[in-house]
């Protein structure tokens, strides 16, 4: 096994304490160890794994194998940031007996993404703390999309009601706010129930899931290139990120490496997905507290930023550039001329927004000590990217697992560890500086020559994991390949699902009129995390 | 003094706002490539390359008839024009693409090669909507892109307030609606309440390939393959997502206020 010398002692410590519980090691990447174990052993390997050596829960899903092992697999991915690798641990679910031990209890992080594992596959879990429907909403009839036999044309009955019991919050005083799922901006559904004494919010239940669309179903259904496209609608404001993901979980599986040219092309994309992103946050952020003239000037900046993006791909959003095994357009001299004066100009202009809202007192009033996020918490719940960073939680892909051209260029990685809106300000802030930095890098050593390899047919049943650090956090895509450069399963993991219950902590005693604010600090994606 | 300099910061900005539709449209680059059109006569006797590169099913073509592609269903990957040696499916470099009725997104017969655009609302109804439209927007499971480029329309660059097109916090509020996504099973009857939510006379405008027809989540049983499932619409807007440049066009000729293009 070609295994990473920073995980081996890992390898060594779990074996010689688990033993023949163990069944089976293997590494299809240096960095990528899998271990098969027994049923029985998930809690204590996951919890020795996050305990003893500080791994982050970043995923939990499941895949049913049940046509030739009849079993269902459940994976539990863990991310050992100081080991710079992953470990998956895998455990058989009898096909007859669909039941899960939850390890929310001991790793909190795990709370949605085994409760969709129950909805999608019908995998009982047991000792859940609120093992209620999330994925499918209450009304729903008894179907679980992700088992093999739920046929993509099946028709479903019709249905539609509203059967959600919220919790109840009572005592004297207490009433409930109900929002949404239609909301008053320009944005994505979600609904949200405010419980509050007075002003102040004692609790928040937030009910996701109204833009599931079935995504990972429906790679099982297209041929490999093809995914691709749909790997950049999974999340709009993030199509880059996710199809590179994607891109690299091909990639393993078929065992071919991008050409130099191609990774740094994408490194670009990714830094520019970033950029445009943190910029537009910045100015949404000020815009929550009626600083109207910051985010004019920051969605100016963006639009600046989205029509280099179009003129280096022909898309706004940087969509149509993936291709497994490299890139699809390359960029010629105008075009890398275009982008230089880009980041010369925004580096000018950004300064002006910086200093702009640094000097503003009324700014700092509504951000500073406004929807804290304890590290404590950060760190119980799993939180990645920005919202992690902000919170004194220190891991970012980009330089604990460098991937694409990421290992070429030097870059600091900020970390704050107050937890409340200004941190998470300001760790957008002192990261697009960081993002000018990696892009002038990217540019001054672009290597010439091909910018992707043929790819041809990936071949069956290899399992693969993408990950790529994009400008809200982590996202993965776990794959496992079938015949016919196909998918037997593709998993997506975006960050705004591991960062969601955050958002529920960090606005307790805060009051409702601060909750936009505090919601756009971290700007999750609702269509990442129902997909 | 932070007031004074937010003041003197916003005079140093100037005015940003561009000057279309009075000026000309800012160009699209190159590589964006616009509308699409196609010119069957070209095609190979027999030929369909295009059929299988085509990631969300847009173009079919049955034995006897010509090439037929759906602009609606289109996410502009090009990946059919790079497949198409005679040059059938072209680029057009045009960003007008909105349209009335389903089925002039349907490209490929003769005389059908591009999008037929659409014609304005009816005299009453321009007199009520022509020079205010209150649109709720309802977001209703796409991927968070149609939203992004609708939101851009609101800022300096686009000003959408100068047309009198403004997008209102409820429903009871709007004139019509303006709906992103697919649809999915999750948000039917969000969108249903929405709409009836909304007083008569009422537009419904459909942005984006998820709205018009499913998208890339197309024939999915979880999404409805878009609003016109649930909603009757009055305008389709295609795009992956769709220009600005191109909701706007779509906005302002719905209402009357751009030409209707000449036929050729
Ligand atoms: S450009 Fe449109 S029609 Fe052509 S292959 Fe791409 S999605 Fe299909």
């Known amino acids: 096994m070609n295994l990473l010398p920073s995980l081996r002692p890992i390898l060594d410590e779990l074996t010689q304490r688990f033993g023949a519980q163990i069944e089976h090691a293997h590494a299809p990447q240096p960095n990528e160890l899998y271990l098969h174990a027994k049923l029985e052993l998930a809690g204590a390997l996951c919890s020795t794994l996050y305990r003893k050596h500080q791994g982050r829960l970043a995923g939990v899903f499941a895949e049913d194998a049940r046509a030739g092992q009849n079993v269902f697999f459940v994976y539990y991915l863990l991310a050992l940031d100081a080991a710079h690798g992953f470990v998956l641990v895998r455990v058989p679910i009898p096909a007859d007996q669909p039941e899960l031990n939850s390890v929310t209890n001991a790793i909190p992080a795990a709370n949605w993404q085994e409760r969709e594992i129950q909805d999608l596959f019908g995998i009982r879990l047991v000792g859940h703390p609120n093992p209620r429907r999330c994925a499918l909403h209450d009304d729903w009839p008894e179907v679980y999309p992700l088992r093999k036999d739920f046929d993509l044309h099946s028709q479903l009955p019709p249905f539609m009601g509203e059967r959600h019991k919220f919790r109840e919050v009572e005592g004297e005083g207490v009433f409930q706010v109900p929002v949404g ?40 259904s297209l041929p490999i290139p093809h995914c691709v496209r749909l790997a950049e609608s999974i999340s709009g404001d993030s199509s880059v990120a996710h199809a590179t993901a994607f891109c690299h979980a091909v990639e393993r ?16 994309c990714l830094e520019l997905e970033r950029l445009y992103n943190h910029i537009a946050d910045i100015g949404a952020i000020c815009t929550d507290v009626a600083f109207v003239t910051a985010h004019m000037h920051a969605m100016r900046l963006k639009e600046r930023i989205l029509r280099v993006n179009e003129e280096l791909t022909g898309n706004r959003l940087l969509r149509g550039m993936a291709c497994p095994g490299g890139v699809r357009f390359d960029f010629d001299a105008g075009q890398l001329r275009a982008l230089a004066q880009l980041v010369d100009e925004l580096e000018r202009q950004f300064n002006d927004l910086s200093e702009l809202t640094r000097g503003n007192s009324g700014l700092r009033d509504r951000l500073e000590t406004t929807g804290v996020l304890t590290p404590k918490v950060a760190r119980d719940l799993g939180v990645v990217g920005i919202a992690g960073r902000a919170s004194g939680f220190d891991h970012d892909l980009r330089r604990d697992v460098p991937h694409d051209f990421y290992d070429q260029v030097q870059f600091t990685v900020p970390v704050l560890t107050g937890g409340d809106v200004q941190c998470r300000f300001d760790v957008r802030r002192d990261e697009v500086v960081q993002s000018f930095a990696i892009l002038r890098q990217v540019m001054a050593k672009l290597p010439a020559g091909p910018i992707a390899v043929p790819l041809g047919e990936v071949p069956a049943d290899r399992v693969a994991l993408g990950y790529v650090e994009g400008w809200r956090g982590e996202i993965f895509h776990w794959i496992h390949t079938a015949p016919g450069n196909r998918l037997a399963r593709c998993k997506v993991k975006d960050p705004s699902l591991q960062n969601w219950p955050a958002l529920s902590e960090a606005i307790l005693g805060n009051i409702i009129p601060d909750f936009p604010v505090v919601n756009k600090s971290f700007n999750l994606s609702y ?5 | 003094m932070f007031a004074l300099e937010t003041i003197a910061h916003r005079l140093r900005q100037g005015c940003q706002t561009m000057s279309y539709p009075d000026g000309p449209a800012p160009a699209l680059p190159d590589r964006h490539g616009g509308a699409l059109r196609v010119d069957s006569a070209r095609c190979a006797a027999g030929c369909d390359a ?16 010509p090439v037929a592609l759906d602009l609606g269903r289109c996410i502009f990957c090009s990946a059919c024009v790079e497949a198409c040696p005679p040059h059938a499916i072209t680029q057009t470099n045009d960003h007008r693409m909105a349209v009335r009725g389903r089925g002039d997104l349907v490209l490929g017969k003769p005389g059908e090669e591009e ?17 205010s439209l209150r649109l709720r927007q309802v977001s209703a499971g796409g991927c968070n892109a149609c939203e992004a480029d609708t939101n851009v329309l609101g800022t300096i660059g686009w000003d959408l307030g100068r047309f009198g097109i403004q997008f209102v916090a409820s429903p009871r509020h709007a004139d019509g609606l303006l709906i992103t996504g697919a649809v999915s099973r999750n948000m039917e009857l969000a969108l249903k309440k929405s709409y009836d939510a909304v007083p008569p006379p009422k537009i419904v405008i459909a942005v984006g390939a998820c709205a018009i027809a499913g998208g890339p989540f197309v024939d999915h049983p979880q999404v409805c393959n878009g609003a016109a499932a649930v909603v009757p619409v009055d305008l389709f807007i295609p795009g992956c997502p769709p220009h600005p440049l191109t909701i706007l066009d779509g906005l302002l000729r719905l209402l009357g206020r751009v030409e209707r293009r000449l036929p050729p």
């Open chain 1, 253 to 268: 599986a078929a065992g071919v490496e991008p050409p130099p040219r191609a990774r740094a092309l994408r490194t670009i």
């Open chain 2, 115 to 131: 999008v037929r655009l659409a014609a304005a609302l009816d005299e009453k109804l321009r007199k009520l909507f022509g020079r």
């Open chain 2, 50 to 65: 295009c059929v299988p590169v085509c990631p969300t099913r847009a173009i079919t073509r049955l034995p006897g008839q």
């Open chain 1, 181 to 220: 799922p239609v909301h008053a901006g320009i944005i994505e559904p979600g609904h949200f129930l405010f419980s509050v004494a007075g002003e102040p919010v004692l609790y928040l239940q937030l009910r996701m899931f109204y833009v599931h669309k079935g995504i990972e179903k429906l790679f099982e």
């Open chain 1, 527 to 531: 269509s990442g995390t129902d997909r």
